[in-house]
């Protein structure tokens, strides 16, 4: 239910209230359920409090007043570490948009229990808050601190009933936090806070192949509508939780009929006038068979088009690059001088696949290019999980479709001769185009090959061409008529005769034909 | 002798008149006769009229007795029916205000 069609429902359903984090609102469709409390589990470091005050400081961006109530950091701790993401907290509380309830042990005093006793001066605590601020969201962290503060714990379990219960008289939407010992196992520690709140929601930080991995999950949402799974997400500096939602992004797409240059005529020709504009296109190959040319060629025909391109580069250094480009006689630092081109090199290990998702759209975003380029994807695909990299590759995907960006990937295949790579057969479906280049031994010689697998929506030339690379980049040759198995990996020369025969006629017809000498045999 | 006539401040912060607020005023107010008659002020607090109150001061829990005077600080919270605990955590010794005190 999004909160566009609520008028027209007969029963009144439970509204939501758009948190303003953006990505977590699309999973949430709509944002989280209003005059609720949603239980926030999570691992010891998988971003609940992050989580916690984000949701107030998205709600007080956008004129929701809040109050946090913490249970384990002070509030001087909290406000310490929040400044890093770009949360002045003490700001807000100064302009009356945000108060603490410092419910944080205080080891200094000694505290004797003599009889029994409830919640009622922190319950009165928070309410005397929300009203000062006349707060519409409330945060509490974390509630198994309060556990630890007391030794009743049945005492515990019954007040915690109590603040919830309060807490929606009050007429706030809460989330409160809760610690859990296990990625994969009971909802929360003390077994009973999945009880205490509405709807439930599950922050992991699981290791898997000796990287992290964060997702969230919304488990239950009383009610109401959500998106079922773990969805991966990331924490940022100055922007927090970003949660990466895949099934949306991919709804999203358009589509579109545009034909642009791929910056060689020949290979324009070869997929019949040009790429699609928002069509992404992988060039799979092993090393030196021209990948890195392909995307040199790419960037080169938007730039000499007026367009702005971004190449993300992660195998070779800018001036490694830069250098490849001025032997095939491009001039990269002159695109870059015009403001047509940036150059983005980096280690792809320097951080996570879901960090880099965020990040290069973030660049995508300031820099706004009409091309993208990403040479090699191969290179980030040991980053993380195949399961975190089929994500990263549909988040690109779809964020420059999106944006009517024009892509190309490369990919880099493991045997010199054919076969293919971990890349491409996980990425193939997503992508528009396939282009595979090859190595051909021929009589004692390692030709090169060309040859466009798919172009979704188009017509394409299905020959494997030679060509060759020199100054000005690549240049198409002939067919490789009596030659079969390339592709598999095992090219065998066949007899000119009989094919050379039948393709002769054929040739006539469409080819520009140019004479070309014989292998020597 | 100093120690023993020294003044107590105590507060005690409660919630509304639950029974359990009338619980801990008689059984404070029994102690107090007790213990420390003659030598204690004694304010109640109710958060729900004085929320601010417990905020400065940090209060979770109710019926929360502080004692401020003499130094140091100390909390007992819970109702005071366990009077041992009580004046364990007033750092008062039993009888000390009777010293003939049958114990």
Sequence with gaps: ?521 | MEGRLSKYLLTLYVTGTSPRTKIAIENLNRICKQELEGRYELEIVDVLENPQRAEDEKILATPTLIKQLPPPLRRVIGDLSDQEKVLLGLEVRPGSSKPSATI
């Design chain 1, 1 to 521: 239910m999004t909160r566009g069609d609520m008028k027209n429902t007969d029963h009144p359903a439970v509204e939501k209230l758009r948190t303003g984090i953006s990505s977590l609102d699309v999973i949430a469709k709509g944002g989280l359920p209003k005059n609720r409390t949603t239980l926030i589990s999570g691992t010891a470091g998988s971003g609940k409090t992050v989580f916690a005050i984000q949701f107030l400081a998205a709600g007080i961006e956008q004129g929701e007043p809040g109050v946090f109530v913490t249970f384990e950091e002070s509030a001087a701790d909290i406000r310490k570490n929040m400044r890093s993401f770009g949360w002045d907290l003490a700001a807000w509380e100064a302009e009356g948009k945000l108060t603490f309830v410092d419910a944080s042990p205080d080891p200094h005093i000694d505290t004797v229990e003599a009889g029994g006793f409830d919640l009622g001066a922190l319950i009165a605590r928070v309410d005397n808050a929300v009203k000062k601020v006349k707060a519409q969201r409330v945060s509490v962290d974390s509630l198994g601190a309060v556990f630890s503060q007391f030794s009743d714990q049945a005492m515990v379990r019954g007040e915690l009933f109590r603040i919830a219960s309060a807490l929606k008289s009050m007429g706030v939407t809460a989330v409160l936090t809760a610690e859990r010992t296990d990625d994969h196992g009971p909802v929360a520690r003390f077994g009973v806070e999945e009880f205490i709140a509405d709807n439930v929601m599950i922050l992991r930080n699981a290791l898997e192949d000796e990287t992290r991995r964060r997702t969230i999950e919304i488990l239950k949402f009383r009610g109401c509508d959500h998106q079922k799974g773990e969805f991966p997400f990331t924490i940022i500096p100055r922007g927090g939780v970003i949660v990466i939602p895949l099934s949306a992004m991919q709804l999203s797409m358009k589509s579109s009929n545009v034909r642009i240059s791929s910056g060689n005529k020949d290979l324009d020709e070869m997929c019949g006038g040009g790429f699609f504009r928002d069509s992404v296109t992988l060039v799979s190959g092993a090393t030196g068979t021209g990948k890195t040319l392909t995307v040199t060629q790419f960037l080169q025909g938007g730039a000499a088009n007026g367009e702005k391109c971004l190449l993300l580069a992660f195998e070779e250094s800018r001036d490694q690059l830069v250098r490849n480009a001025t032997g095939w006689g491009f001039d990269f630092e002159k695109m870059e001088s015009d403001g047509l081109l940036r150059v983005v090199c980096d280690y792809p290990d320097l951080s996570g696949l879901e960090d880099w998702l965020v990040t290069i759209q973030q660049i995508i975003t300031d820099f706004n290019p009409q091309r993208v380029a990403l040479d090699s994807l191969s290179a980030l695909e040991n980053v993380g999980t195949l399961k975190a990299f089929r994500e990263f590759v549909i988040g690109l995907t779809s964020f420059i479709k999106h944006r009517e960006i024009t892509g190309m990937f490369t990919a880099t295949t493991g045997s010199l001769m054919g076969g293919d790579s971990i890349t491409e057969s996980n990425i193939s479906t997503l992508t528009d185009s396939i282009i595979l280049l090859r190595y051909v031994e021929m009589f004692g010689e390692m030709k090169r090959g060309l040859t466009v697998l798919k172009m979704r929506g188009s017509g394409h030339d299905k020959a494997i061409r030679e060509f060759t690379i020199g100054k000005g980049g690549m240049q198409m040759g002939r067919p490789f008529r009596n030659v079969t198995g390339i592709i598999g990996g095992a090219p065998m020369h066949v007899a000119p005769g009989d094919v050379e025969r039948i393709w002769t006629q054929y040739d006539k017809e469409i080819e520009r034909r140019r004479p070309e000498p014989r292998p020597t045999s």
